[in-house]
């Protein structure tokens, strides 16, 4: 599987916990991802699988793994990719079939 990371910086210390949580991954039309919703980025389908600013992973993705990112989330598309995204996405979609 390979790993993408897209948006974010380095490890910055002077961030303000406001700021971090400011920064949330969204879907286009504003709400929150969570682990476990289904998605559609850029026309792939996937779970949303770490989320970081929760705190949250799912069975193999601890969170432990990604501590060294500030936020973002983790998808695991169907295809098996991976994308970390830190930044919200245009073409982020919670998808419609998603009942979670």
Do not use: W
């Not at 799912?58 to 793994?65: L, M, T, V």
């Not at 919670?94 to 979670?100: F, Q, S, V």
């Amino acid at each position: 599987m390979e790993l993408v990371s897209q948006g974010g910086s380095a490890r910055n210390p002077r961030r303000t916990r406001k700021e971090i949580v400011m920064s949330r991954v969204k879907y286009a039309d504003g709400s929150e991802t969570r682990v476990g919703h289904r998605v559609i980025c850029d026309n792939q389908v996937g779970t949303v699988v770490v989320a970081i600013d929760d705190g949250l992973g799912s069975p193999g993705f601890p969170i432990e793994n990604y501590r060294s990112y500030e936020n973002g989330i983790l998808i695991r598309f169907d295809n098996g990719a991976l994308l970390m995204l830190q930044e919200s996405d245009r073409l982020l979609a919670r998808d419609k079939n998603d009942t979670a």
